[in-house]
C-alpha cells in the first residue's frame, strides 16, 4: 500500500470532515470565479451595447466663443451665422487610417427659426445615419420627407401642433409627419427636418453647423481617431464625447474591486476552515500516526500523507467551484443584463486557474497540520491509545 492509496482511503474513513474541507473550498473558489467570470462577461456585454450607443465624435466649427449647447454638449460658442463646415469637406473623413472603424456619420445643419411666434431650433439630419446616431429615437409617425418636419415632444406642446398640420418656417410651407416621442433631452424642444430642407429654409447651401460621427466600440482607438479627423478638417474643432461610456466603465471596474475584496475575504475564511478541520483530524489520528512512526514511516512520509488528502480535496473543490462560480454568475446576467450574452460555460484558463487557486489555499492551509502531525512523537501517539 502507497501512500498514496493511505490518502484515499483515509478521506473515504472521514466523509464528513472531508466534506467540511470541500464545502469551505467550493465556496471560495466560487466566489472568485463568479466574480471574474461575471465581470467578464458583463464587460463584453457593455462594449456590444456600445457598438450601437450613438455618437461619440463631434465635430464643430472651429470658434472662441461659448454661448450655445446642443444635447448637453457644449458647441464652443458656434453662431450659425458664422461660415460653417462645408459638406463637400466631409467626404475627407472616410480617408482617415482608421475610416473602418467608423460607423456612420452625421452631418447637421442648425438655425433658429420662428413658428406661431416662438422661436425654435431647427435641425437638419441625416436620418439615415439616425437609427445609428440616435437609436433611442421613436417616432410618432413618418420619418420627414421633402418639405416635412418632425417636432420634438416638448415643441409639440408648446407650439400646439400636430401630424399632418402645416407649419410655416421663415416663409415655408411644411408638413408635420409625425412628433418624436419624449427622449428626455434637448432633442424634444428641436423641429427636425432633412438636411436639404433645412439648408433651403436657413439659406446655408453647401454648408453644416455641426457632425456627429458614430464609432464607439471596444477596438475602437477614439483619440486616435479624433486626432486623425482634425488632420483633415483643419478648421473644425474635433471633441470625444466619451464621458457616460468611462462613467460605465468605471462603475464597471469599482464593482469588480469591491467583489474581489469580497472574494479574497471568502477564500481566507475557507482557507482557515480547512486549517481548523485538517488540525482536528490530526489530533483525531493520533494513534494511527503513531502507528505508521512505530512501523518505519519518516516525518516526510507523514507530512505528504496529510498534503496528499489536502490536494486531492483542493483539486476536486476547484472544478467544483468552478462549475458553481460561473453558473451562479450566469443566473446573475439574468438579472443585471437581461438579454446579454453570458459568455462560455467552459473556459479552460480559468478552470485551470480555479484549480490551482483551491490547490494553493488548501496546501497553504494544510502547511501547519501536516507539520504538526510530522513533529508528532511515536512514543507519544502510541502511549495516548
Known amino acids: ?36 467570470h461575471f465581470g467578464t462577461a458583463m464587460t463584453t456585454d457593455i ?36 461660415s460653417e463646415i462645408r459638406e463637400t469637406d466631409l467626404s475627407k473623413i472616410h480617408t482617415i487610417e482608421n475610416a473602418a472603424n467608423i460607423a456612420a456619420v452625421g452631418p447637421i445643419v442648425l438655425g433658429a427659426v420662428s413658428v406661431r411666434s416662438r422661436q425654435v431650433l431647427l435641425a437638419g439630419v441625416d436620418f439615415e445615419a439616425v437609427p445609428m446616431l440616435k437609436p433611442w429615437w ?16 416638448e415643441a409639440a406642446r408648446i407650439l400646439d401642433v400636430r401630424r399632418g398640420q402645416v407649419l410655416r418656417v421663415r416663409g415655408k410651407p411644411v408638413t408635420v409627419s409625425g412628433t418624436l416621442v419624449p427622449t428626455g433631452s434637448q432633442d424634444d424642444r428641436l423641429l427636425f427636418t432633412r438636411i436639404e430642407t433645412a439648408q433651403e429654409v436657413l439659406d446655408k447651401p453647401g454648408r453644416v453647423s455641426m457632425v456627429e460621427v458614430a464609432a464607439l466600440c471596444s477596438a475602437c482607438p477614439v483619440e486616435e481617431m479624433v486626432a486623425q479627423i482634425a488632420e483633415v478638417l483643419p478648421g473644425a474643432e474635433v471633441m470625444a ?21 469580497i472574494s479574497a475575504v471568502v477564500v481566507l475564511v475557507g482557507g482557515l476552515v480547512v486549517l481548523v478541520t485538517l488540525m482536528g483530524s490530526v ?19 507523514v507530512m505528504r500523507i496529510v498534503f496528499l488528502e489536502t490536494a486531492l480535496i483542493s483539486a476536486f473543490a476547484g472544478f467544483a467551484g468552478y462549475l458553481v462560480g460561473v453558473a451562479g454568475s450566469h443566473v446573475g446576467l439574468g438579472f443585471f443584463s437581461p438579454g446579454g450574452s453570458p459568455g462560455a460555460w467552459l473556459d479552460p484558463s480559468l478552470a485551470l486557474g480555479a484549480m490551482l487557486m483551491s490547490v494553493t489555499v488548501g496546501m497553504a492551509a494544510g502547511a501547519y497540520p501536516a507539520f504538526m502531525a510530522a513533529r508528532m512523537d511515536p512514543n507519544d501517539a502510541l502511549r495516548a491509545m
Open 138 to 153: 421613436k417616432i410618432s409617425g413618418q420619418v420627414p420627407g421633402p418639405d416635412q418636419v418632425l417636432v420634438g415632444s
Open 241 to 261: 464625447i466619451q464621458q457616460v461610456v468611462k462613467g460605465r466603465m468605471e462603475t464597471l471596474s469599482q464593482i469588480k474591486t469591491f467583489s474581489y475584496g
Open 1 to 36: 500500500m502507497n501512500l498514496r492509496d493511505i490518502a484515499v482511503r483515509n478521506l473515504m474513513r472521514r466523509k464528513g470532515k472531508a466534506a467540511f474541507i470541500l464545502a469551505g473550498l467550493v465556496v471560495g473558489v466560487a466566489a472568485v470565479v463568479g466574480v471574474i
Open 47 to 82: 462594449n456590444h451595447k456600445l457598438e450601437k450607443y450613438g455618437a461619440n465624435i463631434l465635430i464643430v466649427p472651429r470658434t472662441d466663443r461659448l454661448s450655445l449647447t446642443y444635447s448637453g454638449i457644449s458647441l464652443g460658442g458656434v453662431s450659425f451665422e458664422m
Open 283 to 301: 489530533r483525531e489520528r493520533t494513534r494511527e500516526i503513531g502507528i505508521f512512526r512505530a512501523v518505519g514511516f519518516r516525518r516526510g512520509h
